[in-house]
């Protein structure tokens, strides 16, 4: 009897030492069993990072680009000279302009502009006794309202070119000779545009206008043709 309990405690003992082997793996593998696995559908690290860099640099535009903020719709200023004559007004030029977003390309222009002029008396009666007015060049004053159309091209070196195409309603005085006169002129011109700013631009144009107007003072109708350069800035507004 001594002899069997003595053959037998080894063995007790050696299966207690296998006991926490066996049982390791076995953690090991509920371990593993339970650990969450990947959703495919969620987004990988980098992918998220790169999303999110590329997010930025759409809403970052380029200088000179059609993206620019200011073009979504905006306000600007400009001054230059207008070239007139005989019953087109002429003079110093002071614009207002402001510009709404129709298409990638497109936007709606609208101006109202003041041209301050000389007011010397250019008018007389020729043989025929007919009432003729012969004013220079920068002669008269004018209020314009303008409705016009503005295309865009893409930039190139940070300068980005425009046509412009509309229609006026322009109010006309010659104080020097009382003639007053209500004009309707056609507007067709371009420029150039540099961008200093995400949301400021410098803008240089110039136009043609040709149209008929009626004055008062027995003139009856009369042409308008000129010629306006300018120089000036855009701001966005939102």
């Not at 250019?122 to 002669?139: E, L, S």
């Not at 309202?145 to 010659?174: D, E, I, K, M, T």
Request: hydrophobic residues 45%; contains cysteine.
């Amino acid at each position: 009897m001594l002899w069997a309990l003595l053959l037998a405690a080894p063995g007790a003992a050696h299966a207690q030492l296998e006991e926490p082997a066996d049982a390791a793996p076995a953690a090991a593998e509920g371990a593993t069993d339970s650990a969450p696995e990947a959703d495919p559908a969620s987004p990988a690290p980098e992918a998220a990072s790169d999303a999110a860099s590329d997010a930025a640099s759409d809403a970052t535009p380029e200088p000179g680009s059609l993206g620019s903020a200011w073009m979504e719709q905006g306000i600007g200023g400009s001054v230059g000279v207008a070239f007139g004559g005989r019953l087109t007004p002429g003079g110093v030029r002071l614009t207002g302009t402001y510009l709404y977003r129709l298409s990638r390309t497109d936007w709606f222009d609208g101006a109202a502009a003041f041209t301050l002029g000389g007011n010397d008396a250019a008018c007389f009666r020729d043989r025929q006794d007919v009432r003729v007015c012969d004013h220079g060049a920068v002669d008269g004053f004018a209020v314009d309202f303008v409705a016009a159309v503005r295309r865009v091209w893409p930039a190139r070196n940070h300068f980005s070119p425009f046509a412009r195409l509309g229609v006026g309603l322009r109010f006309v005085r010659f104080p020097g000779d009382s003639v007053a006169g209500l004009a309707v002129p056609l507007l067709g011109g371009g420029g150039v545009m540099a961008d200093v700013s995400a949301t400021t631009r410098v803008v240089a144009s110039g136009q043609l206008e040709v149209g008929g107007g009626l004055f008062s003072r027995g003139l009856g109708t009369g042409p308008q043709l000129g010629l306006a350069l300018s120089l000036g800035f855009e701001i966005a507004l939102r």
